[in-house]
């Protein structure tokens, strides 16, 4: 056997694992910092970061990326928590009757789908609102979905609460005193068990202790990684083609994921329907939104347009918004401040910079806040910042 030192395991080929880890990962006083909502920070971080650079290709400013991701994020967590509620089996004794287990997310619980609905409403209904096309805002939805949800799943492994189906009805003897501490995670042979079980042995996790599962969130991620290798290369291509093409083709890579994957998982029930017994709730779902894109896509081909702004010919900003630099009177040190104004003294108003001619129009609306976001003060301050 040959210790990792720093996770405190064992490896040995052609083994299953074995896991001890808190999902709890640290407690400041009375609150618990959690795996799940670790990852949950990691995969919209990363995420975000990913949209913010393609939404800058596409000719799209950051504030207004900023202010409609905040209402996404806000619906897309409630569309997925309250869809995972409404799907157990145990919603009126242990939701209903007890509603702090509606919010209770530390304890896990999301259900995707959910999510990508809600967001989905979200951006289709706001995106006017910030001067771009609803259909290339749900693109970036997309992108956005595609690429966090691959990080997510690592909290559903450190929780236990996505279980794969039993590989073995009878706890296994793990041998020795393996990984009796935690955190651990080791490797232990064993010809009669499938080779990459999960054998949960932390008594605070979801999943029965000593008992090995198909991982099931990990096939989930292998699936999340195959769509987006083929969505990667088509994120700035299907908008110019259409907006909105590239969002009909990732829910139909997530619908068939998802179809396959719930084969695999056994902590959900059956779902009788249409005198089917054999398929589960997200199964169904994911027929009903697989079905759904040929519609979806037939009037996206007939409503949506290239997506015609870059770079290089950014979506224009409202004429009425202005940059104006204020110099503090009398201050010995020359200080500069943005702010956006209606009007603006003639004294204060910069030299109006070039911009290349706008393409053709989508009949949008001009991007007009009711109130600077911190993201356009931000950029304001950067461009008066370089003119002084």
Request: glycine letters at 8%.
């Amino acid at each position: 056997m040959h210790p990792w030192p720093i996770l405190g395991s064992q490896f040995l080929s052609l083994a299953y694992f074995v896991l001890n880890l808190d999902p709890i990962l640290f407690r400041l006083g009375p609150i618990a910092v959690h795996w799940y909502g670790l990852a949950y920070v990691v995969a919209i971080t990363v995420a975000l970061w990913v949209t913010l650079r393609w939404a800058r290709r596409e000719g799209i400013h950051d504030d207004q990326t900023w202010g409609i991701f905040i209402w996404t994020a806000i619906a897309g967590l409630i569309g997925g928590r309250l869809y995972f509620v409404i799907q157990q089996p145990d919603l009126v004794k242990n939701y209903l009757l007890n509603p702090i287990n509606i919010i209770a997310v530390w304890n896990g619980g999301m259900a995707f789908f959910g999510a990508i609905f809600a967001g989905t409403a979200t951006l289709f209904f706001l995106a006017p609102r910030y001067g771009f096309s609803r259909f290339l805002a749900i693109d970036g939805g997309a992108l956005f979905a595609a690429v966090g949800q691959i990080f997510g799943r690592f909290g559903n492994i450190v929780n236990g609460d996505i279980l794969g189906q039993v590989t073995s009805t009878q706890p296994l003897a793990i041998p020795g005193s393996t990984c009796a501490n935690a955190p651990c995670l080791a490797y232990v042979s064993d010809p009669h068990v499938m080779p990459w079980s999960i054998v949960y042995l932390n008594p605070h996790s979801f999943a029965p202790t000593g008992i090995p599962f198909q991982p099931a969130p990990v096939y989930e991620i292998l699936f999340n990684l195959a769509a987006l290798a083929i969505l990667w290369p088509l994120r700035h291509r299907l908008p110019k083609v259409r907006a909105g093409l590239f969002f009909v083709l990732y829910l139909a890579l997530y619908a068939v994921s998802q179809f396959i994957v719930f084969f695999f998982r056994g902590s959900e029930p059956f779902t009788p329907f249409l005198g089917i017994d054999g398929l589960k709730q997200a199964q169904w779902t994911a027929i009903i939104v697989f079905l759904a894109c040929t519609p979806l896509l037939a009037y996206i081909l007939r409503a949506s347009h290239p997506w015609p702004y870059s770079s290089k010919n950014p979506v224009p900003w409202p004429p009425n918004l202005e940059t104006t630099a204020l110099v503090p009177s009398g201050s010995a040190m020359q200080g500069t401040v943005a702010v956006a104004t209606g009007r603006a003294p003639a004294a204060a108003r910069p030299a109006p910079r070039a911009r290349p001619a706008p393409p053709p129009p989508l009949d949008l609306p001009p991007w007009q806040p009711t109130r600077a976001t911190g993201g356009r003060l931000r950029n304001l301050f950067g461009d008066a910042a370089r003119k002084s």
